[in-house]
């Protein structure tokens, strides 16, 4: 099944916490061989070929302060509440080390939890690259871990708002299928394997439009990719979410550079006082725009909720 793609190409696939230009620079190093040879970047596989990746010992990542806009919901002593917006990653990683929500944040504020380290200072819980809206950050380690806990517990309340392709059938329900990474594609999560993490996603048809549902979503879970991967088991990918099966345009519609799906509210109880503390943050420009556009259309808008 691997049999013609480029060596490089299929390293990426199979350890995509690796950028594809460092195993490239790894070939270089004569740190990838096959079948026990030293191999270009270029080479193309062969059915029955043997790799081996000596990976090289990456430098430690540090997290620097960046001048970058942050558009902030929330903030007190514990806390801060920020609007993510698409396209904003929110911690450094492979291919990502500067632009993302953390170096933002330390350049706005002079202290942020240290739980996580270096890397992820203040970083309780992620939003997808191109997801937008509601994520909470926490500023000191007591209220890093008491958000902690409460994600643990499920006691965290997180609402979603999504597009999807297709009327879903019954209009509201849960969705409990387990989530795995897939084995084939790494980039991927999956349902289709028996193994995986519980995770849990109730949805509810705000509006039917004539191609598309305009959902409601909570989830109990926060597994990777969660919502995308649980609509798209369903055959009602997220518009926009090639990723899962979405196409890349619709017509009559404008594109999209993003995925419909917004963070839209979260509630979580105070770090100190205890105090129920509910965020929301409207629905991206972007998106607003094109369920106007939808809206306006003949297409017979049922609403169920």
Request: aromatic share 4%; net charge positive; charged share 25%.
């Given at each position: 099944?691997?049999?013609?793609?480029?060596?490089?190409?299929?390293?990426?696939?199979?350890?995509?916490?690796?950028?594809?230009?460092?195993?490239?620079?790894?070939?270089?190093?004569?740190?990838?061989?096959?079948?026990?040879k030293s191999a270009r970047a270029s080479h193309i596989i062969k059915t029955?070929?043997?790799?081996?990746?000596?990976?090289?010992?990456?430098?430690?990542?540090?997290?620097?302060?960046?001048?970058?806009?942050?558009?902030?919901?929330?903030?007190?002593?514990?806390?801060?509440?920020?609007?993510?917006?698409?396209?904003?990653?929110?911690?450094?990683?492979?291919?990502?080390?500067?632009?993302?929500?953390?170096?933002?944040?330390?350049?706005?504020?002079?202290?942020?939890?240290?739980?996580?380290?270096?890397?992820?200072?203040?970083?309780?819980?992620?939003?997808?690259?191109?997801?937008?809206?509601?994520?909470?950050?926490?500023?000191?380690?007591?209220?890093?871990?008491?958000?902690?806990?409460?994600?643990?517990?499920?006691?965290?309340?997180k609402v979603y708002l999504a597009l999807a392709h297709g009327h879903l059938?019954?209009?509201?329900?849960?969705?409990?299928?387990?989530?795995?990474?897939?084995?084939?594609?790494?980039?991927?999560?999956?349902?289709?394997?028996?193994?995986?993490?519980?995770?849990?996603?109730?949805?509810?048809?705000?509006?039917?439009?004539?191609?598309?549902?305009?959902?409601?979503?909570?989830?109990?879970?926060?597994?990777?990719?969660?919502?995308?991967?649980?609509?798209?088991?369903?055959?009602?990918?997220?518009?926009?979410?090639?990723?899962?099966?979405?196409?890349?345009?619709?017509?009559?519609?404008?594109?999209?550079?993003?995925?419909?799906?917004?963070?839209?509210?979260?509630?979580?109880?105070?770090?100190?006082?205890?105090?129920?503390?509910?965020?929301?943050?409207?629905?991206?420009?972007?998106?607003?725009?094109?369920?106007?556009?939808?809206?306006?259309?003949?297409?017979?808008?049922?609403?169920?909720?």
């Open positions: 099944m691997d049999a013609g793609k480029r060596l490089d190409s299929f390293l990426h696939e199979r350890l995509p916490e690796y950028s594809r230009s460092r195993i490239q620079s790894w070939t270089k190093e004569d740190r990838v061989q096959v079948n026990a029955g070929d043997s790799i081996t990746l000596t990976p090289a010992e990456l430098a430690p990542l540090h997290a620097e302060p960046e001048e970058l806009p942050l558009k902030i919901l929330y903030q007190d002593e514990d806390v801060v509440v920020i609007d993510k917006p698409a396209g904003m990653v929110v911690h450094a990683g492979a291919g990502h080390s500067h632009g993302t929500l953390v170096n933002a944040l330390l350049h706005h504020f002079e202290t942020l939890s240290s739980v996580n380290g270096d890397l992820r200072p203040g970083i309780v819980h992620r939003l997808d690259r191109e997801t937008s809206g509601v994520l909470v950050v926490a500023r000191t380690d007591q209220a890093h871990q008491s958000l902690s806990a409460q994600f643990q517990s499920r006691q965290v309340e059938k019954p209009p509201q329900g849960r969705i409990a299928t387990p989530i795995t990474r897939d084995p084939a594609r790494r980039t991927r999560m999956t349902t289709k394997l028996v193994r995986g993490r519980a995770a849990l996603t109730d949805y509810q048809t705000l509006e039917a439009f004539g191609r598309f549902s305009y959902l409601e979503i909570r989830i109990g879970t926060g597994r990777t990719h969660q919502i995308r991967v649980h609509l798209a088991s369903l055959h009602h990918p997220i518009l926009g979410d090639r990723l899962y099966g979405a196409p890349a345009s619709v017509a009559g519609l404008p594109k999209l550079d993003r995925f419909f799906l917004h963070a839209h509210r979260l509630a979580f109880d105070s770090p100190s006082t205890g105090q129920r503390i509910t965020i929301e943050s409207p629905l991206a420009p972007e998106l607003a725009a094109l369920l106007d556009t939808l809206r306006k259309m003949p297409s017979n808008i049922v609403v169920s909720k």
